[in-house]
């Protein structure tokens, strides 16, 4: 039965999940679901785009993954007064030409995220400013994404954002629920597992 090789996961705590949350999160689903031979969760709680290229992406070229998803960049928008999305971008860019350099048939995954600022209680101020970061850094996303042949789901395209039953007592971060369907969303867009293990 064919197989995905190794699968490898980066980013920041929606892909670690939160501590309680760790018995179940999406990478699990999706390392389940293309019976990956190898699976690494990377990412780690409030990672930020630099956090992942510095800390998580060196271990992940060594894995020599077929399978990467790397989703970050919430934190670098509320983290920062000036959210900085052309940094961002290259960034992003650096990280895709390495692991395409590294990996070249490697399927590479990302996501655009949500309007932040409708989860979170900010000032007017601040709730503008991460609105308007997380627009333009989903902008990059998508443009990195196509430039460098990743897949990409776009969770900012959906106008009333997550339902209710797929967030956390937070408000904020997936419940298990979410990470299910966060899960079943990531394999639904991929190449077939036989398509991903011939590459």
């Known amino acids: 039965m064919s197989a995905v090789a190794c699968y490898v996961a980066l980013g920041d705590s929606f892909t670690c999940g939160r501590e309680e949350e760790r018995a179940f999160r999406w990478p699990d689903e999706v390392a389940r679901q293309?019976?990956?031979?190898r699976y690494e969760n990377l990412a780690w709680v409030g990672a930020t785009s630099r956090d992942v290229e510095e800390g998580q992406l060196e271990r992940a070229l060594e894995l020599q993954p077929d399978l990467v998803s790397l989703i970050c960049?919430?934190?670098d928008v509320l983290f920062s007064v000036r959210p900085d999305a052309d940094g961002y971008a290259s960034r992003l860019a650096r990280m895709f030409r390495r692991l395409r350099e590294a990996v070249p048939r490697a399927v590479i995954v990302t996501a655009t995220y949500p309007d932040l600022s409708r989860f979170l209680d900010l000032r007017k101020r601040?709730?503008?400013r991460v609105r308007g970061g997380m627009?333009?850094?989903?902008d990059a996303v998508r443009g990195v994404a196509r430039a460098y042949?990743?897949?990409c789901l776009d969770w900012a395209g959906h106008p009333e954002g997550p339902q209710p039953a797929h967030l956390?007592?937070?408000g904020f971060h997936p419940s298990e629920e979410g990470h299910r369907e966060a899960a079943a969303q990531v394999v639904r867009a991929l190449p077939p597992v036989e398509a991903i293990a011939a590459r």
């Open 135 to 138: 627009r333009s850094f989903n």
């Open 149 to 151: 042949g990743a897949v």
């Open 73 to 75: 960049g919430a934190n």
């Open 168 to 170: 956390a007592d937070d």
């Open 126 to 128: 601040t709730r503008s």
């Open 34 to 37: 293309v019976r990956a031979g």
